[in-house]
């Protein structure tokens, strides 16, 4: 899934995916069409980049995932990329998700000042232009659940990375690419899979075996949450963006 950079040969860039492109316009005719006032701000509906599907608009919630440059390695390139051929989309995504639980690369996030500095950058606008549900930051992946509002998930993804990649490359003192382009998102259908996408956020780490107890986690939402698992925005708050204006 690397992006081509300067070091890499073309052939690395995206593939021809015939059969995604059917797929995107096939859910652009059924499901959904950004009108023209949602067009003039940036949302993009239904849209792919050569890898994946992806779905952009406002007022919903999205769990996404993105991943630092080097968790899909190019060396590994046969390993990973069949990964992204499976029909099944619940097997895919399973399949994906273990791979980057695997831990490949540099894992930049396992360090504590690198992980703190990308979560504050995540934290920032929550519940000025969006409303953060959940989020777990693993040692080479990001998950987290949001409330996109008036701002298209594309732009807030160019906003998180473009700014924890300037203050993780500081504290690393290196230069160059940290977050991989691509990035998973899946459209939160209803009240039901909103619970499973912040049990599955939060409960990463225990999967991984990294702790025992979501709340133990240092660079995670779970550890924030009451008796009553709120968030300190769900106590005092509306999650709307009228509450948030």
């Not at 390695?73 to 990973?80: D, L, Q």
């Not at 490949?104 to 979560?119: F, I, K, S, Y």
């Not at 660079?219 to 999650?239: H, I, K, M, V």
């Amino acid at each position: 899934m690397p992006s081509p950079t300067p070091n890499e040969p073309a052939t690395n860039g995206p593939p021809h995916n015939p059969g995604l492109k059917k797929l995107i316009e096939a859910k652009r005719e059924w499901h959904h069409r950004p009108d023209a006032e949602a067009g003039e701000q940036g949302f993009l509906g239904w849209h792919e980049r050569g890898y994946l599907p992806h779905f952009d608009a406002p007022n919903i919630t999205q769990f996404v995932t993105f991943l630092l440059r080097d968790a899909f390695p190019v060396v590994r390139r046969r390993e990973w990329e069949p990964l992204l051929r499976e029909r099944d989309e619940s097997l895919r995504k399973r399949k994906l998700e273990a791979w980057l639980d695997r831990g490949h690369g540099e894992c930049w996030l396992r360090r504590p000042d690198v992980a703190g500095q990308v979560e504050q950058v995540l934290r920032a606008e929550d519940g000025r232009t969006y409303r953060l549900r959940a989020w777990t930051l693993m040692p080479n992946h990001v998950h987290l659940v949001v409330d996109v509002w008036q701002t298209p998930l594309s732009s807030l993804l160019r906003l998180w990375k473009g700014r924890s990649s300037r203050e993780a490359n500081k504290v690393l003192k290196r230069r160059g690419v940290f977050w991989e382009r691509e990035y998973f998102d899946t459209l939160i259908e209803d009240e039901t899979h909103l619970r499973k996408a912040v049990r599955y956020t939060e409960n990463n780490p225990v999967k991984a075996a990294f702790v025992c107890d979501p709340k133990q986690w240092l660079w995670g939402s779970a550890r924030f949450r009451d008796e009553y698992e709120r968030l300190p925005s769900e106590r005092t708050a509306d999650t709307s963006p009228s509450a948030a204006g």
